[in-house]
């Protein structure tokens, strides 16, 4: 799940980056920008966090 | 006589009285032109000049009202043999301009360092007492481990291809990079000039820019010592902190700054400037802030932050008297991180401005927070008012450079309610202990600094945002947001997990239940004061339990 997490981060900053050689419209990089910002906030405070939660130190 | 007997003879004295009167009219047009006037020949510009000032008679007999120091005398000649020349004057006009941009980049350098003494004091006022020795050490040394990982081969990757900093001599000698080739582009990866400062960037100009480069650098260092204090190993704090000074934080700077491929988005893609930040507010704060999350996440919360419901306890910090001065210190101190950015006040006045900005925007930061917290809890809370203030100072720190007064104000209100809003959002709903607040300052802070820019840019100092007519700016920022997120962060987190596979991240229960000053650094912070006991339920139970279970352990050992 961790790996998964780091995977997915990464993932969301592959589409904003590779989108700008597939398009040049200001509007369709804005929006796979925001579009790759939320996968990467989902990947790290939802996926990883939520991996690291369950062996946090207060569920022992 | 009739009248046309008269009229001829006053016809004839008509015509020539007038050609009489122009006679002198057309001599002068009908006579040769003069030579036209050679032009002056230019000075020879290695010629003596006649030129004096006062004399040494003068110069004996004192200067009470200044107007005889600082003259041609003290021009440097050449060839002192052949007096002063117009190449001399001309050289001192350059030494002068860069002479002033280096003091001004080396005195904004020094309070940018100072600005470790303010992080020190925040971060120890807001933890306990019993781990005070080991947060100040640890804010202590990251200056050290900083400065010399940066210096082996932090600079080289981050500026070892920043040749053309006209401010300050050109640092000519910075002229390396390694790029790609992708997609009809190059994309600049790092610089591969200035490793040990040694060969050809044993240079004035690269020596300034060096300190000033080093100094923001180890502020992301810091950063990260606030967000898992009270647990984390020293030995595996000075691993973290030299990567992250060495390979890290000088990888993203030299996208942004370095003339990496962040930087390029404007020439290579057509968005705006390119990736646009004045001082830092992705660049320092915001990797700062990513890698503190990981370092959160790897290293997990302090013992007794949570009950086993997930509700969360408030750990009191034990001195507010230090975090507020350590706030103003930081205050203070911003005043070299932003103006300071212009890398010289010669032929940038627009230092004044950046200042102002930055003023305001740590004051505004400050009310918003303090609206916040006394809307909602009835109370202005001092520790929040202190991260309000930086968070303001955090985001202008990217549009300073870039923006008016009125968006300064507007930049560090928005800023102030978003650090008292990620907080909570930080510990209550996603249940990562940050003792100091850093992820939200510096995180939360930081990314809306980043993206403030491609808004609020008016286009007065080439960048221009969404508010005045070039939404590409806005996208380029994105994408640096987009590149801390995706790939600083696991970077920093891959980094982060292999120190914790081979040295180990967090101390022991017994060690942080003890508080880290004896066990890691063998001395109390306070040794005269007596500490008072975790009475927390929920620590005093785990602590109970992990006791228990370190007991079992060891008897079945």
Redesign the interface.
């Known amino acids: 799940m961790k790996l998964a997490g780091?995977l997915l981060?990464?993932?969301?900053?592959?589409?904003?980056?590779i989108g700008?050689?597939m398009t040049?419209s200001?509007?369709a990089?804005?929006s796979l920008?925001?579009l790759?910002?939320g996968v990467?906030?989902f990947a790290?405070?939802k996926l990883?966090?939520q991996a690291?939660?369950k062996?946090?130190?207060?569920?022992? | 006589m009739t009248r046309c007997t008269w009229l001829k003879p006053c016809l004839w004295a008509a015509i020539v009285a007038l050609l009489v009167c122009n006679l002198p009219a057309v001599a002068q047009s009908a006579a040769p032109a003069p030579a036209a006037q050679a032009a002056p020949a230019p000075p020879a510009v290695d010629a003596p000049l006649a030129v004096s000032g006062p004399s040494s008679d003068d110069l004996t007999a004192g200067d009470p009202s200044g107007t005889k120091t600082g003259t041609v005398n003290d021009i440097t000649r050449s060839d002192p043999s052949k007096g002063l020349t117009l190449t001399d004057v001309v050289n001192q006009i350059g030494q002068n301009r860069i002479g002033i941009n280096f003091t001004w980049t080396l005195v904004c350098g020094f309070l940018v360092m100072f600005m470790q003494a303010g992080f020190a004091i925040v971060e120890t006022g807001l933890c306990r007492a019993k781990s005070a020795n080991h947060t100040m050490m640890m804010n202590f040394m990251v200056y050290g481990f900083g400065l010399f990982a940066y210096w082996v081969c932090g600079f080289a990757i981050q500026m070892g291809s920043a040749a053309g900093t006209s401010m300050l001599g050109g640092a000519a000698p910075l002229n390396s990079e390694y790029a790609i080739h992708l997609f009809g582009h190059d994309w600049g990866l790092f610089g591969m000039k200035g490793f040990f400062l040694s060969g050809s960037t044993y240079d004035v100009g690269v020596m300034v820019l060096f300190l000033f480069q080093m100094v923001f650098m180890d502020t992301a260092l810091t950063i990260v010592t606030g967000a898992v204090a009270e647990r984390w190993k020293y030995i595996a704090f000075c691993v973290s902190s030299l990567v992250l000074g060495g390979i890290t934080y000088p990888l993203f700077a030299h996208w942004a700054w370095g003339g990496g491929w962040l930087a390029k988005l404007g020439t290579n893609f057509g968005l705006g400037a390119g990736y646009a930040d004045f001082a830092g507010s992705g660049v320092v704060h915001s990797v700062g802030a990513v890698t503190a999350l990981a370092g959160a996440l790897i290293i997990g919360p302090r013992i007794g932050k949570y009950n086993r419901d997930g509700s969360s306890n408030a750990i009191p910090g034990h001195d507010m008297v230090i975090v507020l001065t350590g706030c103003f210190i930081l205050a203070f101190g911003w005043f070299g991180f932003n103006p300071g950015s212009t890398l010289g006040a010669s032929g940038a006045l627009r230092i004044s401005t950046v200042a102002v900005d930055t003023m305001l925007a740590g004051c505004t930061g400050s009310f918003g927070a303090v609206l916040f917290m006394w809307i909602k809890y009835g109370k202005p809370d001092a520790s929040m008012s202190g991260n309000g203030l930086l968070a303001g100072l955090v985001a202008i720190t990217a549009p300073s450079g870039y923006v008016n007064s009125v968006a300064a104000c507007i930049i560090g209100l928005i800023a102030g309610f978003l650090v008292c809003v990620s907080v909570e959002f930080i510990d209550r709903v996603l249940k990562i202990d940050d003792p100091v607040g850093a992820i939200s300052v510096h995180g939360a802070g930081g990314l809306w600094g980043v993206i403030s820019v491609g808004l609020f840019a008016d286009g007065t100092n080439t960048v221009k945002g969404l508010f005045y007519g070039d939404p590409g700016q806005l996208v380029a920022q994105l994408i640096g947001v987009a590149t801390l997120l995706g790939f600083v962060f696991p970077f920093t987190y891959g980094v982060n997990w292999l120190i914790d596979v081979f040295i180990g991240q967090r101390v022991s229960a017994a060690d942080e239940l003890e508080g880290l000053d004896i066990p890691e650094m063998g001395a109390l912070c306070y040794p005269e004061f007596v500490l008072k006991l975790d009475t927390t339920h929920a620590g005093t139970t785990q602590a109970t339990e992990i006791k228990s279970g370190l007991r079992v352990a060891q008897e079945t050992a």
Request: aromatic share 8%; with cysteine.
């Open positions: 780091i981060a990464v993932f969301g900053w592959l589409i904003p980056v700008l050689t040049s200001t509007g990089r804005m920008c925001v790759g910002i990467a906030l790290i405070l990883l966090n690291h939660q062996e946090a130190v207060w569920r022992r």
